[in-house]
């Protein structure tokens, strides 16, 4: 008999109906754990890097930054050993290829360095290794080949210095090794597939400000925008252009100082690529309210600049009441403002609306009034101006997009006030407004100058001649003329 006595025969009863709800439950919990934990790809990709699947949970903010200040301590950590390597010596190796941070998103080279030091390319790809052409060595009997074993087995083992620094080698380099092919071909690969993982970072990285999506850096300001209350959610971007990606938000309920935050805010975030400012230079190069600042900038402060110049020339157009975006808030390059539409809808732009000819008409007046407010009372030239940056919306135009507008006495400004005028006067007389002015009348009706000259040659060249008088004032009295001089005001046109 069993010591342990007879067992039980007594089996727990179990109906059919609790077998299955426990199924049941299991199949919920599973389909809730989904739902939390959404694919590992999906969040590798991170929220703004696809465009449409933007998802600004916390947690995977959260699981960014961190993964963020880990890849700085990782950077700081290789600086230290380059540090420890290098020493006094002459001759000095660097790991910048192997840091997993951008340079232009770690802090510490943000504000000292210039154009010079951020040139160094961090995703520059490694110079082949060069084989010796003839594959042998030596004279006669002494022959060796590429193929000897000795000789092959030092030269796998030096070749081992190719590998990342994080991958572990030992202190075989030091030494008289001899690594057969198939042992480093092992390592090779192990190396190289631990390499790629940090490469594929880099990309990400570098696709990421180059393209729509924004930088880890800008995510961080974005979250951080959200996380104090001042916006409520980002649903999504609403463009995406050559120098900037536009996001919609819902504002917070932190009102700052004495401001309240619209309950729709257009977060207009400038990119940090540098390629396309570059040929905008002459905007801000002679605006003398940035000359004294522009020559000794790096390129993230010049772009910061164009987000600061957008803030200003809102505020002097918000002031003088032209319909515009209100400013809500500047951080960095990343600029807030009030949200011009309804419900995540944007204004449609003026070219792809279509109006009655009333409001055509009614329209272009408005657009002629504003163009005149904002050369006197806001002393601008928008400089970008077209059915491409004026919002139809309320019944009225609203003007964006004047992170390029200058003062009329620019050096340029004045040509610059010049094509505006040709794209509204072309734009509405096509539009069938009988009464719009042409070009050249435009540009005096705005202006208050009396250009007289009944050919566009000719008066673009009356144009330049006062752009020439400014520049050669500046010359001679460094400073600029107030204003240029006219016949008086320029004629208030109204319907
Ligand atoms: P870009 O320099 O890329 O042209 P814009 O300032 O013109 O930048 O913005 C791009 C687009 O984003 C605009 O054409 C408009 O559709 C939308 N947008 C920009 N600001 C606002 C805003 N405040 N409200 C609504 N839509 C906006
Ligand atoms: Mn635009």
Redesign the pocket.
């Known amino acids: 008999q069993c010591p342990w006595g007879a067992p039980s025969t007594t089996s727990i009863s179990c109906s059919l109906a609790d077998v299955m709800s426990e199924q049941l439950a299991k199949e919920l919990q599973l389909e809730e754990e989904n739902a939390a934990f959404p694919e590992v790809v999906a969040a590798a990709e991170g929220p703004f890097i696809t465009g449409e699947n933007i998802d600004t949970s916390s947690d995977l903010m959260l699981a960014q930054m961190l993964q963020m200040e880990f890849d700085r301590e990782y950077d700081a950590q290789l600086r230290r050993e380059e540090k420890k390597i290098n020493g006094d010596s002459k001759v000095s190796i660097s790991f910048e290829n192997y840091r997993k941070v951008h340079p232009y998103d770690s802090d510490s080279s943000e504000d000292e360095v210039d154009w010079q030091d951020t040139r160094h390319d961090p995703y520059r790809a490694d110079k082949p290794t060069t084989t010796s052409r003839r594959g042998f060595i030596g004279k006669g009997k002494d022959i060796t080949t590429k193929h000897d074993e000795v000789v092959c087995g030092r030269k796998n083992t030096a070749r081992m210095e190719n590998f990342a620094p994080e991958f572990q080698v030992g202190d075989g380099i030091g030494m008289d090794l001899k690594l057969s092919n198939q042992v480093f071909n092992a390592l090779k690969q192990h190396a190289y597939s631990e390499e790629r993982r940090s490469a594929r970072l880099h990309e990400k990285k570098e696709h990421s400000t180059a393209e729509k999506a924004v930088d880890p850096k800008t995510r961080l300001l974005l979250y951080k925008m959200v996380n104090s209350g001042m916006l409520e959610t980002i649903t999504g971007c609403?463009?995406t252009?050559?120098?900037?990606v536009?996001f919609h938000a819902y504002g917070g309920n932190s009102a700052t100082e004495d401001k309240v935050i619209p309950a729709e805010c257009?977060i207009?975030v400038f990119k940090t690529t540098l390629n396309e400012f570059k040929n905008r230079d002459k905007y801000i190069k002679d605006d003398y309210r940035f000359k004294d600042r522009f020559s000794k900038l790096n390129p993230r402060k010049i772009i910061r600049m164009w987000a600061e110049k957008e803030m200003h020339n809102l505020t002097r157009m918000q002031n003088a009441g032209i319909p515009c975006?209100q400013v809500v808030i500047l951080k960095k390059h990343v600029l807030v403002?009030?949200?011009?539409?309804q419900d995540q809808v944007?204004?449609p732009?003026l070219k792809d609306v279509t109006l009655s000819s009333e409001d055509m008409k009614k329209a272009y007046y408005q657009i002629l009034n504003m163009m005149q407010q904002l050369y006197r009372e806001c002393n601008l030239v928008h400089a970008d101006l077209s059915e491409?940056?004026m919002?139809w919306h309320d019944g009225k135009v609203w003007l964006?997009?004047v992170?390029q507008s200058v003062e009329p006495t620019h050096p340029h400004g004045l040509e610059f006030l010049f094509r505006d005028c040709r794209n509204v006067s072309q734009f509405f007389q096509k539009g069938g407004v009988a009464e719009a002015l042409n070009e050249r009348e435009l540009f005096n009706a705005v202006s208050g100058l009396n250009i007289t000259a009944d050919n566009e040659v000719d008066f673009q060249a009356e144009i330049e001649a006062l752009e020439k008088m400014n520049e050669d004032h500046v010359q001679n009295h460094g400073k600029k003329l107030s204003t240029f001089s006219s016949d008086g005001d320029p004629p208030i046109y109204d319907e």
Do not use: C, Q, R, T
């Open positions: 609403i463009s252009g050559k120098e900037s536009v257009a207009k975006p403002m009030s949200f011009i539409g944007p204004a732009k491409y940056n919002l964006i997009d992170s």
